[in-house]
């Protein structure tokens, strides 16, 4: 004889929609109060940041004086860039920058407003200066870049001097080894061992 005993329906081993969406109901204002919590701190955030504005100025490097000799080098190897990067961030040239800035910034500060970059495959500096003031920056980076100019200058105006100073040395030493041999050659016996090496040596 059949059995029609009904069969009790096996328990759900999944939870339905329904229990999601009053689960998410539950939960959706605590969620929703951290997104504008952070949303809120992110936004505070980017209106504290202080702005900062940047300006540059290149500069045309210019390699040092040649002999005949080098007429056929190429600039680039007369000249080495990274040292004249590191010139425009030094001290020497950030205490004329200030000076033309009329800045009370001490050195250290003021580099820290400073950025100098090579462009590549040139003998050109790209000299940055960054402040909050959008004013500054312009005059900034072309202080510092006539800072650089001026700095260089000098140095080449004393290698000069140096130069013409030992060169009207050896002329001192050579018109005082020609008189000398002029004084022997009028004290010695003409043609004498003497007096020939003397004229050999004046000569």
């Not at 800035?101 to 590549?120: A, K, Q, T």
């Not at 700095?151 to 060169?167: C, F, M, P, Q, V």
């Amino acid at each position: 004889m059949p059995n029609n005993i009904p069969h009790a329906p096996a328990p759900e081993e999944s939870v339905d929609l329904g229990t999601y969406v009053r689960v998410l109901r539950r939960r959706i204002r605590p969620i929703a109060g951290v997104a504008l919590l952070v949303f809120g701190l992110a936004l505070g955030y980017s209106y504290l940041q202080t702005p900062l504005y940047t300006a540059s100025t290149q500069v045309l490097v210019q390699p040092p004086a040649i002999s005949p000799f080098q007429a056929s080098a190429r600039p680039e190897t007369l000249v080495s860039m990274e040292t004249e990067r590191r010139i425009v961030a030094s001290a020497q040239v950030a205490r004329l920058a200030r000076q033309r800035m009329d800045s009370s910034e001490s050195l250290s500060d003021l580099l820290g407003h400073v950025s100098v970059e090579v462009v590549p495959d040139s003998l050109i500096l790209d000299i940055g200066f960054t402040d909050p003031s959008a004013g500054r920056v312009a005059p900034g980076a072309d202080a510092f870049a006539a800072a650089y100019l001026e700095y260089k200058g000098d140095l080449a105006g004393r290698s000069l001097d140096e130069t013409r100073e030992g060169i009207l040395q050896q002329i001192e030493d050579l018109r005082e080894r020609v008189d000398e041999q002029i004084r022997i050659m009028a004290t010695s016996e003409v043609r004498s061992a003497r007096w020939l090496t003397a004229r050999t040596v004046r000569n």
